[in-house]
Nanobody, 116 residues
């Protein structure tokens, strides 16, 4: 089992920045990749960014250049640095961990609101 706890969401003005954190606990040695997904009201959950154990990253086209995913293995924590935030970035952001056996775990979500 893997437990994920997100933090760092909140209210930000357009053009502003936020950093999300996701702390993993439990069977952390089974984790292959960690990522961030988001879901806006009335929309499907979508991938935002993923980082593997080897540091390979993948981003949604809509956030490339503006968002950066990173991982501190010593702290078992993944981060999502979000810059130049837009109205359309507002959503509940979920942390995800995928294990070597392709099992998925999710955090409880953290709200990001973009408003003047």
């Amino acid at each position: 089992q893997v437990q994920l706890v997100e933090s760092g969401g909140g209210l930000v003005q357009p053009g502003g920045s936020l950093r999300l954190s996701c702390a993993a606990s439990g069977n952390i040695f089974s984790i292959y990749a960690m990522g961030w997904y988001r879901q806006a009201p009335g929309k499907q959950r979508e991938m935002v960014a993923i980082i593997t154990n080897s540091g390979t990253t993948n981003y949604a086209d809509s956030v490339k250049v503006r968002f950066t995913i990173s991982r501190d293995n010593a702290k078992n924590t993944a981060y999502l640095q979000m810059n130049s935030l837009k109205f359309e970035d507002a959503a509940v952001y979920y942390c995800n961990a995928v294990t070597l056996t392709m099992k998925n775990y999710w955090g409880q979500g953290t709200q990001v609101t973009v408003s003047p």
